[in-house]
Nanobody, 120 residues
Framework: QVQLVESGGGLVQPGGSLTVSCAVS????????VNWDRQAPGKQRELVTA???????SYSDSVKGRFTISRDNAKKTVTLQMNSLKPEDTAVYYC??????????????WGQGTQVTVSS
């Protein structure tokens, strides 16, 4: 069974930086699309950034130029680097990974979520 474990997150002051990561475990043959969502208190969950299997990235307007998604297929990790953080970036961040297992079954799994709080 493919699983994700998120790490990182925490409390940071406005203008600061933080990195959250997602480690993929289990019988993974390929990692295709990877995404990061977030959900702030009282708000709908939103897509923050996505990366296709070819490395094409997209970002929401609210984080463009400040956040960077990256992946290491060999290490089976996905990382979200967040710079110039603002209080409105405060949310629980969720990693999503899609791909195929070693028996070529599709998987689409979510991390458990990690809290990011931007506050002075």
């Amino acid at each position: 069974q493919v699983q994700l474990v998120e790490s990182g997150g925490g409390l940071v002051q406005p203008g600061g930086s933080l990195t959250v990561s997602c480690a993929v475990s289990g019988p993974v043959f390929s990692i295709n699309e990877v995404n990061w969502d977030r959900q702030a208190p009282g708000k709908q969950r939103e897509l923050v950034t996505a990366m296709t299997s070819r490395g094409v990235t997209s970002y929401s307007d609210s984080v463009k130029g400040r956040f960077t998604i990256s992946r290491d297929n060999a290490k089976k990790t996905v990382t979200l680097q967040m710079n110039s953080l603002k209080p409105e970036d405060t949310a629980v961040y969720y990693c999503n990974v899609q791909g195929f297992t070693r028996i070529l079954e599709e998987y689409n799994v979510w991390g458990q979520g990690t809290q990011v709080t931007v506050s002075s």
